[in-house]
């Protein structure tokens, strides 16, 4: 708190930026992959389409790219960040962290670089670091970075996973400002006894991947759909209502949700138990899928750009993912 100006210093996010791959994977497209149909896929998850990364195209590509408008849009030279994280459970691969893999593509030259993998939930908790340090003073401008190459995790002859995910990145600049504006309550939280629920098994130092793993698809993505999707209404509504009250706000003052885009019925069962009309609720999981860390990014650069949500409107973010881990934030824009 300054003196002079009375105001606390928050971490107020100054740009937003996003990137989806050209390639469109339709829900038809998928039905000549698998036993499915757009019929089975859209009314159960709310998914026509999704992106997918081109050949070649790296998570720290798109990454790169998201964060390139993050900061044109906050009107900041890469050489002043000062922090990059990365959120992304498909790094480019496992070391470095992907975060030094955009550093030189972004040339943010003299930022700390490292990434932080939890699954859907990672934006937020990325988020949550980035205030964490400007608030303390240790870093004054913060590139925070969603991205994801689902493609490559996802086993493309499951149909009960197949369908939901696809690729993409966004970013947000977070700033250090004695402002009415910024990050107002962060809440998070997580339970490892659920890993199994959601996880990819062999691949890592535990089982590194051999021709039997391979053989076995054991490399992919698996999950327990029905019972995530319980687990997923019931955290992601209680989360939000703590870090509403956290904020010191009621759930009628929050003009606009971003959730997490992991089904449009999950999405609508969180805004249904704020009491919020489904209008406040900003989706693009029609045309992006579930993009894991990158989705909330996505769908707030989104919003922002097409001059839905603007500055001084209060929104929540929400989310829930593999760990388990979930979290909301509350910011003003
Ligand atoms: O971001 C991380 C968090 N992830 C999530 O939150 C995802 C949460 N879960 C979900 O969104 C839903 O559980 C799904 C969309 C994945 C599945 O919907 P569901 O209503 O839970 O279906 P189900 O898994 O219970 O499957 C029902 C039936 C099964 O057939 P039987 O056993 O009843 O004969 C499945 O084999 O639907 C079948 N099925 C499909 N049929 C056509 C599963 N996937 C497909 C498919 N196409 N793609």
């Known amino acids: 708190m300054n003196a002079e100006s009375a105001l606390p210093l928050r971490a107020v996010l100054t740009g937003t930026g996003s990137y989806l791959p050209e390639k469109t994977l339709t829900n038809d497209d998928l039905s000549k992959m698998v036993e499915t149909s757009d019929e089975w896929i859209y009314p159960r998850t709310g998914i026509r389409s999704r992106r997918i990364a081109a050949e070649g195209e790296s998570v720290s590509d798109m990454a790169a790219a998201a964060g390139r408008r993050a900061l044109e849009a906050a009107g900041v030279q890469p050489e002043e960040i000062d922090l990059l994280i990365v959120a992304t459970v498909t790094p480019d691969a496992p070391m470095p962290a992907t975060a030094c893999y955009v550093q030189p593509k972004l040339g943010v030259v003299n930022a700390t670089c490292f990434?932080?993998?939890?699954?859907?939930?990672?934006?937020?908790?990325?988020?949550d670091l980035?205030?964490?340090?400007v608030r303390t003073g240790a870093k004054k401008k913060v590139l925070v970075i969603g991205a994801e190459k689902m493609s490559s995790i996802i086993d493309w002859t499951d149909r009960t996973t197949c369908i939901l995910f696809g690729d993409g990145a966004g970013a947000v600049v977070v700033e250090a400002r004695e402002s009415e504006s910024g990050i107002l309550a962060t809440e998070t939280g997580s339970d490892g006894n659920l890993a199994p629920l959601l996880y990819i098994e062999a691949g890592g130092s535990n089982l590194p991947n051999t021709p039997e793993t391979l053989l076995e698809h054991r490399q992919f993505l698996k999950m327990e759909g029905h019972?995530?999707?319980?687990?997923?209404?019931?955290?992601?509504a209680n989360i939000s209502l703590k870090a509403i009250a956290d904020a010191g706000l009621t759930p009628e003052q929050i003009d606009w949700i971003v959730p997490h885009q992991a089904n449009l019925r999950i999405m609508q069962a969180v805004s249904k138990f704020l009491n919020a009309p489904q209008e406040k609720t900003v989706s693009t999981i029609e045309f992006t899928g579930n993009t894991t860390a990158a989705s909330i990014p996505i769908a707030l650069d989104i919003a922002v750009r097409d001059g839905r949500i603007k500055p001084g409107q209060t929104v929540l973010f929400v989310a829930f993912g593999a760990g388990l881990t979930w979290g909301a934030t509350v910011l003003r824009m």
């Open 227 to 236: 019972t995530i999707f319980k687990h997923a209404v019931r955290h992601m």
């Open 115 to 127: 990434d932080i993998a939890a699954a859907c939930s990672g934006f937020i908790y990325a988020l």
């Open 130 to 133: 980035a205030r964490q340090f």
